[in-house]
């Protein structure tokens, strides 16, 4: 399996490591013309960060071990990394403002693109976000990245190389619930990661520049490019790619793969499939080959399902503590056949679902959050944004699903009657609902 993925130039190296995992890049071409120096810039820092090893080529292939140099791969030191790696996983993300669409502020490194006239002129630095927490731990919790400074792009890699070897360095050895980033961050301050950054990138930090970020949606259906291509933003329910009797998305995929290969497929953070670089002769090709097998490329979803999100839980993941993939759908329909109930039809909201709290689909950002407590049982998170920049808080510490409606009906109800102008659910219960829900002692 492992040779498949690399002949696919994917990579599992270190994919579940105590090392950098992921950079996410935005996906969206839509805006700006210096998306392409932000993507470069995303592959250049995950390679720079990628673990020297060799012992990822010594693996035993039809009982052949390749690359058989034991003793090598047995005393090498990273020369970033050394031998001892990081005290935990590090996650990275750009994105390029307004859209938010890699969540940056939950990763422990962010670099925010400044754009000026079309062009890249350097990141503003966010460090020391992260969302996984446990029940009944208040040591653990959710936390925003907080913005230290601006810098010029040119020193992307040594500001990587800088934020990673903090934590490698500072990050808590003893303990694995304390050992992220934004412990660190969170304990010893920002002025502390600024000198550090400083210090171990060889610049001086600017004041952060301004910037504002509006949504974390994706883009829907067919739009075209700054640069005259099209793109599809392909809704993926709950980010599972697979055949149902409607909608045949996994084989229609693998066509459009066999059939247009100079065009790319790109994954987003909101679960979604993007078919970017697409030629104005191969987009009604494509969509006529999606339409044939059921797959929409107009009015793909309604307003919940627009910007929800679920991780796997049962039955992928081992840590799931109740159901989130297999459940988020349905929950979906009934709170928009309660939003319909309260007048509330077509309102957007972020919702999100994990089976457990280690917070995989970002709840603590959602609007509306259901975190797995036990079988049918979810701690509901109230009060995030649509941009993805304030965290939530705990409304209800368990509702069972079977009472969904009873407990929010009042809720949605109330925000009907109260909100101001256009204002959005999770913002009317910033505002409102939870400063009249005491904190509660998270269990
Ligand atoms: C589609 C698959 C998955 C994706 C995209 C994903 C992504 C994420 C994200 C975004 C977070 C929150 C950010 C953070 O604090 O790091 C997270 C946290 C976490 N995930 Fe996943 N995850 C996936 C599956 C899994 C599975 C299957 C497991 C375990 C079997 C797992 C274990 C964890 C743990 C333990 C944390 C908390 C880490 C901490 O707070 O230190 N994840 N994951
Ligand atoms: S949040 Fe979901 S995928 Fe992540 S560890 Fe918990 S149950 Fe598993």
Known sequence: MIRGINESLLSTLAACGDVNRNVLAPPMPAFTKAREAVYADAHKVALALAPQTKAYHAIWIDGVQLNLNADENKNFVDPLYGKTYLPRKFKIAFAIPPVNDTDIYTNCLGFIAVVENDRLVGYNLAVGGGMGRSHGNEATYPRLADVIGFFPADKVVEVAKAVLTIHRDFGDRTDRKHARLKYVVAERGVEFMRQEVNQRAGIQLAPAKPFQFTTVSDLYGWHQAVDGTWFLGVHVETGRVKDTESCRMKTALRLVADQFT????????????????????????????????????????????????????????????????RMLPSLLTRLEQLQAETGLAGERMVVRSTGCPNGCARPYMAEIAFVGKAPGRYQVWLGGDGAGVRLNRVWKDVIKEADLEAEFRPVFTRFAAERQGKERFGDWCDRVLLKETPALAEK
């Open 262 to 325: 100079d065009i790319e497929f790109r994954l987003s953070a909101n679960q979604n499939v993007f078919l970017a670089k697409v030629s104005a002769a191969q987009k009604a090709a494509i969509t006529e080959l999606l339409h044939a097998h059921g797959v929409k490329t107009e009015n793909q979803v309604t307003a919940l399902q627009a910007e929800a999100l679920a991780c796997p839980a049962l039955p992928t993941c081992g840590l799931a503590l109740a159901e989130s993939e």
